[in-house]
């Protein structure tokens, strides 16, 4: 799993942000790999966001070479959050199949 969430503020005062990444290994006995984004204002003109380059490999699983009969079922989330007055919450999710016809 890899990717990027951000918000800029536009509203003309100041917002808080806050959001959660997570990559979930569904057919697997495999702890969920999960990060929360730091909070943080966000001042008017500014941009808040994260990517999950910033932890490094750690929404990674290692699956090794995949075989016929073993097949991963991943699910992923991307969730950013921000309030000022009112709550906007943005989620971006995919849950996917991977086979050995993904090896590379």
């Known amino acids: 799993m890899d990717g990027f969430a951000w918000a800029y503020n536009g509203t003309g005062g100041n917002a808080s942000g806050s959001g959660r ?7 697997k006995n495999l ?23 910033y932890w490094g490999t750690y929404f ?18 991307l969730r950013i ?9 943005w989620l971006a999710e995919s849950t996917n199949w991977f086979t050995h016809e993904d090896n590379r």
């Open 60 to 77: 990674n699983y290692f699956s090794g070479t995949l075989t016929e009969d073993n097949k991963w079922h991943c699910n992923a989330y």
């Open 31 to 53: 702890d969920e790999l999960e990060k929360d984004l730091p909070g943080d204002t966000i001042k008017q003109g500014e941009t808040y966001g994260y990517s999950t380059g």
């Open 21 to 27: 990444f997570r990559h979930t290994a569904i057919n």
């Open 81 to 89: 959050v921000v309030h000022q007055g009112v709550t906007d919450d």
